[in-house]
């Protein structure tokens, strides 16, 4: 079977993660400008004042993809670089930049997919109480508006936001993102509903507008599974998937919370400040989603947690997405298992999770167009004789491929995969050192490119339309 003809093969990156230029042409300071100068936040001190410096090489960035085949660059725009305090006056060189980014993609036939928020707030936002505040929600509505109208004659389809459960969990819950507050479930239910506020306004002003483009969400898509079948932990995985999925997935595709999680929140005491207006539009904004991104690295193995709740992640190092400690509300816990491969930073491989768990999804929410807009592997690649030999990203490419494919048999709409990351970039809380590109960047040779052993295979997958998957 070859992917069909309207299947988009892609790559993609996130600004703050390529772009650096933190300081050029009247960008104002984000969140993570700030943040990562923190002592101890980052790894080894690693933060994106220059990344792989996309923001003055992405001509020669854009070429190397066309080079690749690739059909389309999925990319975010960096809100701090549009409107420098966050809602107020609009920074035409941020505007110019992005039209080239754009224009650029175009002369060579990729499609651009933009991502609107991938994390990097404006700073005055973060100060004034980032997603807590509903200013902010405002905030993003009037600059999502801006982007459409600059961009949208050209970009068709649009990504509100990049992972929600990320950034308020490790932004509220683990403190390892910014804002950095540790343990506060209160803020952390409110900013995520403050972010399906912010997509459904969005939404609707999008479709106001008549571009007739496509636009969704993109979530994480890490579906937990019991490690037995034991009822206690068949339990644990159910509780996970209802606060990790339902919460996120629900809002969105069914324009409503789950009850399971609403009842538990509103006995603890966390449940979000909201108005039946807010209510009404997340419920009204649910028909205008066009398609679902589904951001998947791997499953979660889960157990009934029997360890002190202050096991749970609390720092960069307990963050960074290795299973092995409890739920912040201590119900359950991933468990790393002897029988799975995992990959150096302790993510499990499991192209039967993703394949299963695309079953689950279409069973709860039905035929929904889905794009597959991160999925690769993070590692250290080898070097030999000059080569960048990334044989195990090659492999992990082609099994996450390949269950797309079966997924597609089965009639799951999936339209397109973008690969993370199309260049090696810098990882919020790895740095430099866990790469994902196809294209390598020598961080001690003037930040040079080079093509790796998976820029030619991911090459004639797309020459091929994947028929020797
Ligand atoms: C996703 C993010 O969570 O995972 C990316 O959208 C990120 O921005 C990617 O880089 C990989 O995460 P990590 O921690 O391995 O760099």
């Known amino acids: 079977m070859k992917f069909s003809k309207d299947f988009l093969f892609g790559a993609a990156s996130a600004s703050y993660q390529v772009e650096g230029a933190w300081n050029e042409d009247g960008k104002g300071v984000s969140n993570w400008d700030v943040f990562s100068k923190i002592p101890g936040k980052t790894f080894e001190g690693t933060n994106g004042d220059i990344a792989v410096d996309h923001y003055h090489r992405y001509k020669e960035d854009i070429k190397l993809m066309a080079e690749m085949g690739l059909e389309s660059y999925r990319f975010s725009i960096s809100w701090p670089r549009i409107i420098p305090n966050g809602d107020g006056k609009v920074n035409d060189k941020g505007i110019e930049f992005y039209n080239s980014i754009i224009d650029e993609c175009l002369k060579y036939g990729i499609v651009p997919f933009v991502t609107l928020y991938h994390w990097d707030l404006p700073q005055v936002l973060e100060e004034d109480g980032g997603w807590t505040n509903k200013k902010t929600v405002d905030a993003f509505v009037r600059y999502a508006n801006v982007c459409f109208k600059a961009f949208g004659d050209r970009v068709k389809h649009w990504i509100t936001f990049n992972e929600t459960i990320v950034f308020c969990s490790l932004g509220y819950l683990a403190g ?20 399906f506020l912010a ?20 979530h994480v898509f890490s579906p937990a599974f019991s ?10 995985a159910y509780h996970a998937n209802e606060f990790g999925l339902s919460w996120y997935y629900d809002p969105i595709l069914l324009g409503s919370y789950p009850e399971y999680v609403l009842k538990i929140i509103e006995e603890k005491g966390w449940t979000p400040q909201w ?7 997340i419920k009204e904004a649910a028909s205008l989603n066009d398609f679902i991104g589904l951001n998947y690295y791997q499953p979660q193995r889960v157990i009934k947690n029997t360890e002190p709740i202050e096991n749970a992640s609390r720092d960069r190092e307990s963050s960074t997405g290795a299973a092995g400690s ?11 298992m002897e029988d799975k491969k995992y990959t150096k930073w302790g993510w499990e491989i499991s192209p039967e999770g993703f394949l299963e768990g695309l079953r689950i999804l279409r069973k709860r929410y039905g035929d929904i167009k889905i794009y597959i807009t991160e999925n690769g592997l ?5 070097i030999i004789d000059g080569e960048i030999m990334d044989v195990p990203r090659i492999k992990y490419i082609e099994e996450h491929l390949k269950a797309v494919k079966t997924a597609i048999k089965e009639g799951i709409h999936i339209k397109g995969y973008y690969a993370w990351s199309v260049i090696d970039l810098l990882s919020w ?13 020598d961080h001690k040779d003037n930040l040079n490119r080079k093509k790796k052993l998976s820029f030619y295979w991911y090459k004639h997958i797309i020459k091929t339309r994947g028929e020797d998957l």
């Open 176 to 195: 390892a993102h910014p804002p950095g507050i540790i343990n506060d479930p209160k803020k952390y239910f409110q900013s995520t509903h403050n972010v």
């Open 227 to 236: 490690v037995n079948e034991k009822e206690e932990n068949k339990f644990a």
């Open 275 to 281: 108005t039946d207006e807010e209510i009404e539009d």
């Open 429 to 441: 809380l790895n740095g430099f050192k866990k790469q994902y590109g196809f294209i390598y960047v």
């Open 326 to 336: 409890p739920s912040f509300d201590g119900v359950y816990s991933t468990v790393k």
């Open 199 to 218: 997509h459904a306004r969005t939404l609707k002003d999008y479709k106001k507008l008549k571009q007739f483009g496509e636009i969704g969400i993109t």
């Open 378 to 382: 993070g590692d250290e690649d080898p």
